[in-house]
């Protein structure tokens, strides 16, 4: 800190104080300062502080608080099509592999008892909570049988029976080491979400897979609410490719399964797709999608709605 000094004419000139250590610096006796402030300079900069910091946290606590009191636990603020997620839930798959780099790509060699195993693996830990409901809140103890003449009531969760896949199970190596892969389906979680089924069979979608309708045109109406699935080649050669394709329990996920209203222990439901025979050693091409009046399909390379996509190569 500069010192000023007087002279003869009145006048106030700045001079360079002499030199200091810094233990003079944090307290000089001359003076009596810490740090060139004063006793009362540093008592008003701590009350200023103090001030401040107690106003400054009581505007955030404010804040908070108004923004909590407009929050719930159990559903979202926005929900459906006043979301970011919407009103189209996308679609996913097991399994899938442990380095991104390789995402979207299922390649093993059948006779490789590792590369099977690490497949199967990846499987069973996702299905690890359908087999053991214990790992659930509340233990799995709210979780029900359900069919089209019983839905779930308030609070309960529809069975999810994943011994109905058969033959893709875990004892049958999904079919890994027999050449024949399956590949799990679910569909993402929206809050309050309820499928539209195709419940006129002469209403349904031009571009539906022909075995598709046909199956769908076989049941009773009211087994008709489901979600449907198909997964086909993408290109021609893909198609012929990929060989038979079969849906265990069906291609279709019954709707009685839905609203996902966060219920405790809430499972998504899940179908097996198993591709039979697919062609050796040639990566193939395959688009699942999901068939509903109220989900909107888009294909392509980005913004993939109502549909995933994947490579199969089975050596």
């Known amino acids: 800190m500069l010192e000023k000094v007087a002279t003869k004419e009145g006048f106030q000139f700045p001079v360079k104080p002499p030199d200091r250590t810094f233990w003079q610096y944090l307290y000089d006796k001359r003076t009596h300062t810490v740090m060139d402030r004063t006793k009362g300079s540093w008592a008003r900069l701590a009350l200023f502080y103090a001030v401040y910091f107690i106003v400054l946290g009581a505007l955030t606590w404010a804040c908070f608080q108004g923004l909590f009191a407009t929050l719930s636990d159990q559903y979202p603020k926005y929900q459906l099509a006043d979301s970011l997620i919407g009103t189209n839930p996308g679609m996913g798959y097991r399994p899938i592999p442990e380095d991104p780099e390789d995402a979207g790509f299922i390649k093993y060699r059948a006779r490789n008892k590792t590369e099977t195993k690490y497949w199967v693996g990846r499987i069973n830990s996702y299905l690890e909570p359908y087999k053991n409901l214990s790992l659930l809140p ?99 050669w893909d198609n012929e490719a990929m060989g038979p394709v079969s849906y265990h329990p069906e291609p279709g996920i019954p709707g009685y399964y839905y609203p996902y209203l966060n219920q405790p222990g809430y499972l998504s439901p899940i179908i097996a797709v198993q591709f039979e025979r697919p062609k050796l050693k040639q990566a193939i091409n395959i688009e699942c999608r999901a068939w509903a009046k109220n989900m909107f399909y888009r294909g392509g390379s980005a913004h993939r709605q109502g549909s995933f996509a994947f490579a199969l190569l089975v050596e």
């Open 138 to 236: 509340m233990g799995g103890q709210n979780h029900v049988n359900c069919d089209f003449d019983k839905p779930p009531a308030s609070g309960e969760v529809c069975k999810v029976d994943i011994t109905a896949m058969s033959p893709c199970t875990s004892e049958n190596g999904f079919g890994y080491n027999q050449s024949s892969p399956c590949v799990i389906i679910k569909l993402n979680r929206i809050y309050g979400w309820v499928p539209e089924p195709f419940d006129d069979v002469e209403d349904l979608p031009d571009e539906m897979p022909h075995d598709l309708v046909e199956h769908i045109k076989s049941l009773p109406e009211k087994k008709r609410n489901k979600i449907w699935v198909s997964c086909n080649g993408i290109y021609s």
